[in-house]
């Protein structure tokens, strides 16, 4: 169709109008059929979702420290899911020694640094000269400077803490200050040994301010070190059939987080698709042939997954098939599974996009640890690194690799217990 110049200007205008008032009919039309999911769609939606749900809540705690009342809180609302679900549960607790700083403190001038104990080093409170050590605290960079009687202040990296408050220990420093090599604080060091001198972290802001005053003039400080050993009770979440006393397979995951971090992927994603395991296996015989855990302080040390195999019977941990552990499962693309040699040839064929590493990781900082170290056969599932790692960031997860984990923990759970 072609159109006279002076006519269009009029006709352009009816047009416009016409198509402004007309809703278009296509996305309408999508709109009503696409987004109107069937019951059985909105159902396997909520189910999909469920885990994904499951993180928000726990997440919505707030950070999840073991021996905490939030992360007492945390347990309850997983065991509830679990009888939810048609799962008797019983809460494991035990006890163990947590280093924790009740207020640590760097104070100059009327001025005070928020600082942090470190776990090995000594409470007190002393004051003395603030000494700026070159480089990064090796032994040689202590003969640049005299440290004998005074406060050392160094900077974190390169080598481990142990060895900077050793070298300046050996000195005669009286106390030392590791300041972050990142403009945020330093949350909690641990060292390998005991000192008797006290040892506290800061900012790298801090420090770099602190730095830049030693080199204008000498600068006295008090530090205030009040890191001690409290003692903590961590409560295992134990989830199993009526009646089954003897699984096949462990399944489990960590559901603390560090401080200051909510830990959604740090790991509300695994405790998630753990859970949601147990839900779709609930009606099927396959419910009986594992039990389902929430570990409490592994991000202390292990202490709930250590306190599991303590508590077991040798009979009890050899007639395991194997132990699955879901750690960070909620961030990253490919899914990383390692464990026992046996186990992993299992799961390639059962998930030949997998992409497995050795059996390395049966000493890796994570739950499968401690009962590899039992002899178990372990599977460790895992997607790696990421930047809000540990971080008050780590809030959120992507559902779709929070469901792909599920559905390849199913299919290998299955496998397992018909192998
Ligand atoms: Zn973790």
Redesign the pocket.
Known sequence: MSVRPQTKSWLKVVLTTILLLTPTACAVQNITTAQQPTVKQRTQNQTDNQAYTDVQNLVNMGPRVAGTPTNEKASTYIEQQYRQAGYRTRIQTFTYSKFRDAGSSLALDGTTIKANAFRGSAPGKLSGKLVAVPNFGRANDFTKVNVEGAIAIVKRGEIRFTEKVQNATNAGAIGVVIFNNKPDSLSSGTLTQTFKIPVVGISGDDGDTLITRTQIAPLNIDLNANGRNVDVTGRNVIAYQEGVTQPQVIIGG?YDSVEGSPGAN??AS?TAVVLDIARKVSQTPLARQAWFIAFDA??DGLHGSRAFVNAATPQFLSELKGMMNF??VGVNNKLLIGGSSELTKLAKVVQPQAQLYGANCANGA?DHAPFAAKGVPILFFYRGMEANYHTPNDKTVDPKLLNETIQTGLDIFKRLVNN
């Open positions: 960590h740090d790991n695994g592994e991000e750690d960070m994570s």
